[in-house]
């Protein structure tokens, strides 16, 4: 891959901490400064949250739930919303939030006067370096995450002999944990987070060539190594019963593995990963670039400087920070990942479940990494378990249900106060939509039987029994909300709170569609296949309203913030499918207008929303709007270390974007797959290798001047495969040979055996139009 592809640069040590560069291996986490003398490592394990489950819900919402639908019916949203607030809402209202780790400070004696210093991070080996030089010695230190040992290994070298001496010493400032000396070697740290909370233990080891080791107080001292390693593991409660014992352990372990061998093999193991996509696009190598600072890159990017590289660099950062935040065995990637400096992080740094935690895994399947999504699945797992009780609790139904934020605790009540997000019961159907999604991509069918459906059919219980019907006999959510969206009634009173938002339809539609599907795969539930179809056509339809946008409502009601982030009723569109735009002309350009609407009242203004915008483009073909989004993503809202910006930061920018430019290039929904559906004029030359598609297929493709010139296609399963062209195509198989091909509507069928690669390209006599 080129270099410029897969490294951040920089001249300096960080002087912030979103200039840091991060690493880990989905559990545990780092941000690494740089300093010369005095580096700092700010560690994040991820499941260290402050304070215990909060699962209080309230039980006096059953006994009003019928007079807030009453009130809501009557237009009369405030009075509503306050019986809602009272009721409903869980006591208390926040849980707590993600926290730091720690850190960890190195002290490097005689590094005065250091020169030609670089910091780096490789994104195709997920190893961070320092390099500079003190008088004729070369310095050396290596850091990474790896998830084959369980650590973070910091190696430091230098081109002498014994010209390493360190100290170095684990903080949590302001809620320091009890330090103490574990042996000769070994440094501990230890504490609880808050009363209920987890119980933490970091462990710091030392293994030196050459020179000495005391542990003294606080420090681990070092004197005149050839060079060091050191490991850091850490532990909570959440996983193990003794997390002091397992960090120990673990650190231990790793201890006893030559560096050259702990490092082998955390490279073999993320490349194994990070190695299955490769993108490279025409004029992405320019020499002066590749040795350029990303910061002043970015910089330049903004001024408008072209610079290709520096646009799949972001791409491919997208699928790094994917390896370095979830990984199977760790929780899901939360509002920043598993990076977080902050004892009070915006949000809690929880997950999202109105649009930024299903966000953060857009990439996961068609970015062939298919195992990062693996905990999701676990999560919900647990989110299901806790939902059913919150379904019985707060409506009297059946099934599960999830509200719009969660934590490491997998509460499922409604927190926060504020009912332009909260009251919203949604958040569980969409996420197990997830499991649906990586099925198809999959095809396992028991996974679909053993993890996917039971998950589906509990969330569509909830609504079968949550689903009423309005004045045009339509059923719809109530109470709910259109995330985080506000409209004004007839009578001119502003309202969050409604029923039969459209987003809520389109989601419920969603989730029937695939319930039914897979129950008719697995031959299951007769019965509910016929109930969940005849509710499903009772639901509102995507509609157009006053302006020629998608209605945000089942009434067209006026919108408070026309410019509002969220654009949660184009769901249909992406990630949904209801609305297909080259198949439902009204409806893709009512979707059209919506974006345009809101960005002309200034939408977009998030680093996610405009993520989310970018696939909005993608989904309606206009891959020079795509790339304007991009663009404005990569310009505005985008920190030195690229991480994603809120702001603050929040790493949904990074998935959502890297999804968009996967969308640019296939897409795979609503039974066809199309090749280079968005692809705009700036890149009209490039290929891609190693993306995937729903039904089993993986694909590479190569494009000159905005025209396919060939794609190869390979498959897990003997599925049949429907591309879709405008332009006539041909198909060959693995001896160059023509196959035959069934045409319906510009659709092309064919099976593809499984393990044989067959070629796509356009017919030879055939125009772009
Ligand atoms: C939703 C969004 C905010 C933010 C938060 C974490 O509430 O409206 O912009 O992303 O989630």
Known sequence: MRDNHCKLIERGPAQVWTEAFPIGNGRLGGMIFGGIRNERIQLNEDSLWYGGPKGNDNHTSSEKLEEIRRLLKDGRPKEAEKLALLHMTNAPHY???????????????????????????NIQTGVASIDYQVGTTQYHRDIFSSAVDHVVVIHLTASKPAALSI???????????????????????????????????????????????????????????????????????????????????????????????LKRRHVSDHRQ??????????????????????????????????????????????????????????LPANLQGIWNESFTPPWESDFHLNINLQMNYWIAEVGNLAECHEPLFDFVDRLLVNGRQTAKNLYGAKGFV??????????????????????????GAWIALHFWEHYRYNGSESFLRERAYPVLKEAALFFLDYLIEDSYGHLVTSPSLSPENSYITEGGEKGSLCYGPSMDS???????????????????????????????????????GRYGQLMEWSIDYEEAEPGHRHISHLFALHPGEQIVPHRMPELGAAARRTLERRLEHGGGHTGWSQAWIANFWSRLGDGDKVYSSLQNLLSKAVHPNLFGDHPPFQIDANFGGAAAIQEMLLQSHAGEIHLLPALPLEWSTGRVTGLRARGGFTLDMEWSQGRLLEAKIRSIREDTCVIYSDIPIEILDSHDELISVELVDKRYLFKVPVGVTYRIRLKSNSSNN
Not at 97 to 113: H, R, S, T
Not at 194 to 209: F, H, I, M, T
Not at 402 to 427: E, K, Q, V, Y
Request: charged content about 25%; overall charge negative.
């Open 402 to 427: 999830a509200h719009t934020m969660t934590n490491l605790w997998a509460d499922s009540g409604i927190f926060g106060a504020f009912t332009t997000s909260n009251i919203w019961p949604t958040g």
């Open 506 to 544: 389109q989601i419920i539609y969603a989730l029937f569609s695939a319930c039914i599907e897979a129950a008719e795969l697995l031959e299951h539930d007769r019965h509910l296949q016929e109930q969940w179809a005849e509710v499903r056509s009772r639901l509102p339809k995507p509609q157009v």
């Open 95 to 121: 849980f707590g939030p993600y926290q730091p780790l720690g850190d960890l400070f190195i002290q490097v004696e005689g590094a005065d006067n250091a020169l030609n210093y670089q910091r780096e991070l």
């Open 273 to 330: 990963l990070f190695d299955r996509v490769k993108l490279e696009l025409k004029g992405d190598d320019e020499e002066q670039l590749v040795q350029c600072p990303t910061s002043e890159r970015l910089t330049n990017y903004r001024l408008g400087r072209v610079d290709r590289g520096l646009e799949v660099l972001f791409y491919q950062y997208g699928r790094y920070l994917l390896i370095a935040s979830s990984r199977p065995g760790s």
């Open 167 to 261: 100290t170095a010493r684990m903080s949590r400032r302001p809620f320091e944990g009890d330090i103490k000396r574990e042996s000769f070697d070994i440094l501990t740290m230890q504490g609880q987070a808050g009363e209920g909370g987890v119980r933490y233990a970091a462990v710091l080891q030392a293994v030196v060539d050459g020179g000495e080791i005391l542990v003294v107080g606080n420090y681990l001292d070092i004197r005149h190594a050839n060079s060091i390693t050191l490991i850091m593991a850490a532990q909570t409660s959440f996983r193990c019963k003794d997390p002091y014992q397992e960090a120990l352990r673990q650190a231990e372990g790793a201890a006893s593995i030559p560096f050259a061998e």
